[in-house]
């Protein structure tokens, strides 16, 4: 019997996407699919959600370390405007690529165990890590010598979020607290009380106003960051939540393993709506555009959603592990998989980027009462 990595990583070798877009889709990246059926050949058939024949280019992560295999990807994010991914795992390394050259440029090897998440500040200028070795780092993306601030925890860490203007961090872990970081100087803002000891899963709204966290007991809560004030406890979900993110518009999307996605309207008294369930548990969500999010995990697939209607646009195939985290950046959705690749997925005929695998296939302020 073949191993289980060397099993996925045949399939991936000779795996390909073919299908087609329903026509229940208003939106795909901002342009109508009128619009993008003018440049691609989409099949467009009545109420059947089928494979979104969306291209993606293929990033293989390398082995750097002594068991020779590649790693499994736990993390993905993309440089605001910038060149750079960063990608993180169980190798304990940070590995960052080029998009411009398309090869990987920097392995930093300074986490002593899995590494759990990555994130570029707003403006691109840096880079936080944290992960089960209990580390923050954060380093300058224009010199990758040497981490510009460290942070030891007191336990295993598994997300973290800067603040809009990047002024500051908020980390959350195996820990009933959330810490608030200087980045100018790395020193401790203040700790909140999350109560839950299992935190996966942290994010600013874009105004910076409020201040999310979730995790094992399928409870939101959010803080006022001028007050620090725990202004609500949303229990949201029935089990784990692994992946919130606020929206331009001031929504809260949260996934879970109870196979559902909420989104949380804060405006006066909050109210929630869900997407029809999904048939696995759910590992992360991104918003790609107004009223258009994509979500995935341990069905190895990526399902993009329209959210005014709750309707399933389309899936996205191509991953063989499943997926564990999203990103959107410059009009590109970003996967990151166990199956130790890397996806960048388009729905433009022509980009930028060379593609060395194709596979077809404000004005917010919510009052809490």
Not at 5 to 16: D, E, K, N, Y
Request: glycine share 6%; with cysteine; hydrophobic share 35%.
């Amino acid at each position: 019997m073949l191993p289980r990595r060397q099993f996925l990583g045949s399939l991936a070798a000779c795996f390909t996407v073919t299908g087609t877009v329903s026509s229940g889709a208003h939106f795909v990246l901002g342009r109508t699919l009128g619009e993008i059926a003018a440049t691609h050949p989409l099949d467009l058939k009545t109420n059947v959600v089928n494979d979104l024949r969306w291209q993606s280019e293929v990033i293989e992560t390398l082995p750097n370390n002594d068991s020779f295999r590649s790693p499994v990807v736990t993390f993905v994010a993309a440089q605001p405007q910038g060149d750079l991914l960063a990608a993180v795992g169980d190798d304990h390394v940070v590995s960052i690529y080029s998009r411009r050259s398309r090869n990987f440029i920097e392995h930093l090897k300074h986490h002593r165990d899995w590494v759990r998440t990555c994130v570029y500040s707003p403006d691109g200028t840096m880079l936080a890590t944290a992960g089960n070795d209990k580390m923050l780092y954060l380093w300058q993306t224009d010199q990758w010598n040497t981490p510009i601030r460290i942070k030891r925890a007191k336990s295993a860490l598994f997300d973290v979020a800067f603040a809009p203007d990047g002024s500051e961090l908020a980390v959350v872990g195996f820990s009933p607290t959330l810490t608030i970081i200087d980045t100018a100087s790395g020193s401790e803002i203040i700790e909140l009380d999350c109560t839950c000891s299992d935190i996966h899963a942290v994010d600013y709204s874009r105004d910076g106003q409020w201040l999310a966290a979730a995790g094992r007991d399928g409870v939101v809560r959010i803080w006022d960051r001028k007050s620090n004030e725990l202004v609500q406890k949303l229990p949201l979900h029935r089990q784990r939540i692994r992946s919130l993110q606020f929206t331009d518009s001031g929504e809260l999307i949260s996934a879970s393993d109870d196979q559902f996605v909420n989104i949380t309207s804060l405006h006066q008294q909050p109210k929630s709506k869900s997407l029809p369930r999904h048939p696995s548990k759910i590992y992360a969500v991104t918003s790609i555009d107004q009223d258009l999010i994509a979500t995935a995990g341990s069905d190895n697939l990526i399902r993009v959603w329209n959210t005014k209607q709750l309707e399933e646009i389309g899936v996205l195939k191509g991953h063989t592990g499943t997926v564990t985290s999203l990103a959107y950046s410059q009009r590109e959705l970003i996967s990151s998989s166990y199956d130790t690749r890397v996806r960048i997925w388009t729905t433009q005929q022509h980009t930028s980027i060379p593609q060395r695998t194709t596979d077809r296939g404000d004005g917010w302020n919510p009052t809490f009462k």
